[in-house]
């Protein structure tokens, strides 16, 4: 067991730019989760995945912003026309199952930096 | 809908226990939990706690719950300088099927040696 892997760790880019971050959950965790973070703050909800289907989004999530999980197992999220706003670090969690006792498992995220 | 209460701050004395406090606004059927978040990295699970249990106890570890007042604390014994972190409370509502967390600000533990 590896643990959530998360890519790349850090990202610089300029405002307009598009990003993609590549998450790799623990295997045979059926669910996937993204939050994102900002500076002082807890971690807020973005979507979630069961296999492959995606099943909640956040109203955070805006029209710029996309998340798949292809083939159930890795998935990326992608930001077009970055503003300075996405400035935050992005994380991503897996889950075994539904049900609140099997807990969510973090990777160590993908901080964005938005020049 | 959900809300999570964090102080911001607490400094606690190498050896000491420190008590992290939660408050939650989530009446319904509930999980809470802990995780530790060190600089730079994600976030590590520590504990959880259903919320018809009382307490719950894991090596230095250990929650309190008080469902009538909806409050919420950790307890770490005997602190150490590792324990240095910022703690967030987080919960998720499992009556109406709802996955996601819900987190506090998180509590900076400063430990002073």
């Known amino acids: 067991d590896t643990g959530v892997s998360q890519n790349p760790r850090h990202k610089i880019t300029k405002r307009g730019q598009n990003v993609t971050f590549r998450c790799d959950p623990i295997?045979?965790?059926?669910?996937l989760y993204w939050y994102r973070q900002t500076l002082g703050q807890g971690p807020e909800f973005l979507t979630y995945?069961?296999?492959?289907?995606?099943?909640?989004k956040s109203r955070l999530l805006s029209d710029r912003f996309s998340a798949e999980r292809p083939k159930g197992s890795f998935s990326t999220l992608e930001i077009q026309r970055t503003e300075q706003g996405d400035s935050a670090m992005y994380l991503c969690?897996?889950?075994?199952?539904?049900?609140?006792?099997?807990?969510?498992?973090f990777g160590d995220g993908t901080r964005l930096s938005i020049l | 809908g959900e809300d999570v209460e964090q102080s911001l701050f607490l400094s606690v004395r190498e050896g000491d226990s420190s008590v992290i406090n939660c408050t939650y606004t989530?009446?319904?059927?509930?999980?809470l939990y802990w995780y530790k978040q060190e600089p730079g990295a994600g976030l590590q699970l520590l504990t959880y706690?259903?919320?018809?249990?009382d307490m719950k106890q894991d090596q230095r570890l250990t929650v309190l719950l008080n469902k009538k007042d909806k409050h919420l604390s950790l307890r770490i014994a005997d602190t150490q300088t590792g324990d240095s972190a910022i703690y967030f409370c987080?919960?998720?509502?499992?009556?109406?099927?709802?996955?996601?967390?819900?987190f506090g600000t998180g509590t900076r533990l400063t430990i002073i040696p």
């Open positions: 969690a897996s889950s075994p199952q539904a049900g609140g006792n099997q807990p969510q498992h």
């Open positions: 295997s045979e965790h059926n669910r």
């Open positions: 995945f069961q296999n492959e289907a995606q099943l909640e």
């Open positions: 989530d009446s319904s059927s509930t999980y």
């Open positions: 706690i259903f919320s018809n249990m």
């Open positions: 987080a919960e998720s509502n499992w009556d109406f099927g709802n996955e996601k967390l819900t």
